[in-house]
């Protein structure tokens, strides 16, 4: 014989560390970043495609339509109504403090850098 034998995507291959040169290899955005993606709806995928451009959004819960949208128009997908209804439900002024922007000149622990 010679060489490894051809492999069969499958679900599992998500976690495998040989994923990115075996059936992942080229692969852009492939079906697994999908999230909460089930055995069935995975071999339903992969029978149009490996690739989430190749896929139609037919079927996709609402969170995997967000990814596979956001795929397919090369950018950001921003549901706005509930970002809206999200800061509509926090006062005015939003405040909000970035752990870096308060880095302390004295380190907070002996033999530490205070950065």
Not at 11 to 40: Q, T
């Amino acid at each position: 014989g010679g060489g490894a034998p051809e492999a069969e995507a499958g679900l599992h291959c998500k976690k495998c560390e040989l994923f990115a040169e075996c059936v992942g290899k080229g692969l852009s955005h492939p079906i697994w970043e999908l999230p909460r993606l089930s055995s069935k709806r995975f071999v339903q995928l992969a029978s149009q495609s490996l690739e989430i451009q190749g896929i139609d959004g037919d079927g996709l819960t609402p969170q995997q339509l967000r990814h596979w949208r956001a795929v397919q128009e090369r950018g950001w997908v921003v549901d706005e109504k509930g970002l809206s209804r999200e800061l509509g439900k926090m006062s005015v002024p939003y405040l909000y403090l970035d752990f870096e922007s308060c880095a302390g000149v004295k380190p907070l622990f002996e033999g530490v850098r205070p950065f």
